[in-house]
């Protein structure tokens, strides 16, 4: 994957029937699962939108830089800062878990990430 490859990915739709509202991939922070429902954590007017949604679709409709770093959360890459054995923290400050069983495929993913061309953060 190439740097312009990552730049048309984070320009992706997802469309929210719910909500009748296009949101551009490149503006989710990241999703967390609370039961039946998502919290999408947006950067700008937004801030969050909670809808009713499974993190095994949402998984699936959004692109690599991506990470389901915990069961209850989902995380764009693009907007990490740090991450260290049982967190992440993100531009906005939020620190999201990271599952102690996916840490290293996490620390390889992300690794991946910014070697094909994803932006760093920090």
Same mark, same amino acid.
């Given at each position: 994957?190439?740097?312009?490859? $990552?730049?048309? #990915?984070? *320009? %992706? +739709? ?11 991939? +490149? #503006? ?5 699962? %609370?039961?039946?429902?998502?919290? =999408?954590?947006?950067? !700008? @007017?937004? &801030? ?10 949402? &998984?699936?409709?959004? !692109? &690599?830089?991506?990470? %389901?770093?915990? *069961? @209850?959360?989902?995380? $764009?890459? @693009?907007? =990490?800062?740090?991450? +260290? ?6 531009? $906005? +400050? ?10 290293? &495929?996490?620390? *390889? ?7 094909? !061309? ?5």
């Amino acid at each position: 994957m190439t740097a312009s490859d $990552n730049k048309n #990915e984070a *320009r %992706r +739709g997802l469309f929210i029937k719910s909500k009748k509202l296009m949101l551009d991939q +490149g #503006e989710i922070l990241y999703i967390e699962s %609370r039961a039946k429902k998502v919290e =999408i954590h947006t950067v !700008g @007017a937004l &801030e969050s939108i909670e809808i009713y949604a499974t993190m095994e679709e949402l &998984e699936g409709q959004l !692109g &690599e830089s991506f990470y %389901r770093c915990h *069961r @209850a959360y989902l995380v $764009n890459m @693009a907007y =990490i800062t740090e991450y +260290g054995k049982d967190n992440v923290t993100l531009t $906005n +400050g939020d620190q999201v878990y990271v599952a102690k069983k996916k840490y290293s &495929e996490f620390v *390889r993913a992300y690794k991946c990430y910014l070697q094909d !061309g994803g932006v760093s953060s920090v």
